[in-house]
């Protein structure tokens, strides 16, 4: 089974605090993305790489940096956290392939920003 | 710009009805789309797609319809039970190198038992 993990379940950080969000992948996949979910919006995608140290903004990247220095890890870094940053981040892979899309999603990390 | 809608946003039925939600795309050349089931509290998992080059697929109570020309997509849920309620999503592949998916905003389906 293709396991997604991220660093932490919830967060709660204080307006001006620079943060770290972590996402693991086992399965050796290609492609990476970081989402954010908010009641009523969907999924709105931040940034997503497609290799190591390679990346491509999103709908949402204001705010947000990212860094994928292995294969299996891509970062969200929130420069200087903003109560409007408050949400649940989403990470997924996915391998590279025409054929094969099916996206692995990891439990998600709800950030709250005082 | 690129963009998914989905409708409705909320979707009561009773057990044992069937449940319709539909899409929008607007991007003309998407090939791909998903459709992804997030139950309370959990991650939102795969449950069917659909190609472009396909009208219509099915896998058991679940089915996807596609209409290229109206750039239109909708899942169908059958004999509906309390376990389907949850939010769905559904989504379309953006025709770009680095596959980038749009997701809709969501529909909270509750089946009452």
């Known amino acids: 089974d293709v396991k997604v993990t991220q660093s932490s379940r919830y967060l709660v950080k204080r307006t001006g605090e620079k943060v770290f969000l972590e996402c693991v992948q086992d399965?050796?996949?290609?492609?990476m993305f970081w989402y954010r979910q908010d009641p009523g919006l969907g999924l709105r995608l931040i940034y997503f790489s497609y290799d190591v140290k390679m990346k491509e903004k999103g709908d949402i990247p204001e705010g947000y940096s990212v860094s994928r220095e292995k294969k299996e890890r891509f970062s969200l870094i929130l420069e200087s956290a903003s109560t409007n940053q408050t949400s649940m981040y989403l990470c997924?892979?996915?391998?590279?392939?025409?054929?094969?899309?099916?996206?692995?999603f990891g439990p998600g990390t709800r950030l709250t920003v005082l | 710009g690129e963009n998914v809608e989905q409708h409705p946003s909320t979707l009561s039925v009773q057990e044992g009805d069937s449940a319709v939600i539909k899409c929008t795309y607007s991007d003309s050349a998407s090939n791909y789309f998903p459709w992804y089931k997030q139950e309370l509290g959990k991650r939102p998992q795969l449950i069917i797609d659909i190609r472009s080059n396909v009208g219509e697929k099915k896998d058991q109570r679940i089915a996807v319809t596609l209409n290229k020309t109206a750039k239109h997509f909708s899942l169908h849920i059958t004999e509906t039970q309390p376990e389907d309620s949850a939010v769905y999503f559904c989504?379309?592949?953006?025709?770009?190198?680095?596959?980038?998916?749009?997701f809709g905003p969501g529909t909270s389906l509750s089946v009452i038992p």
């Open positions: 399965m050796d996949h290609e492609n």
């Open positions: 997924a892979s996915k391998v590279y392939s025409l054929s094969y899309n099916e996206q692995f």
């Open positions: 989504a379309a592949r953006m025709k770009t190198s680095y596959d980038k998916v749009i």
